[in-house]
Nanobody
């Protein structure tokens, strides 16, 4: 079992970068399919990016080109970096881990969130214009 804690949220100026961290405890992140999600009130939770056990990454189409998911195995931490943010990126951001999703199943899809087994409590990101 892995325990996840997100950090790095808060108020961010539009046009600037964003970096979120997800510290893991209880197990190592490379044992899981790891992902970043976000949720806006009234909308379904959406997958942003995933990273497979072998380090292969996947991104939602709308996030490609400005988003990077990475992990630091030594620090047992997952990261999400967005080079440029806009007000529509305002959301509650979560990291999650799956023991069940492997290989290509650890990729962006409408039902990805149903395959995740462990969730952090989220970090609020508010983009101001």
């Amino acid at each position: 079992q892995v325990h996840l804690v997100e950090s790095g949220g808060g108020s961010v100026q539009a046009g600037g970068p964003l970096r979120l961290s997800c510290a893991a405890a209880g197990d190592v992140v490379e044992n899981y399919c790891m992902g970043w999600f976000r949720q806006i009130p009234g909308k379904e939770r959406e997958g942003i990016a995933t990273i497979e056990r072998d380090g292969t990454t996947h991104y939602a189409n709308a996030m490609k080109g400005r988003t990077t998911i990475s992990r630091d195995n030594a620090d047992n931490t997952l990261y999400l970096e967005m080079s440029v943010v806009a007000p529509e990126d305002t959301a509650l951001y979560y990291c999650a881990a799956s023991t069940r999703l492997r290989g290509g199943y650890c990729s962006i899809g409408r039902l990805l969130h149903k395959g995740m087994d462990y969730w952090g409590s989220g970090t609020q990101v508010t983009i101001s214009s």
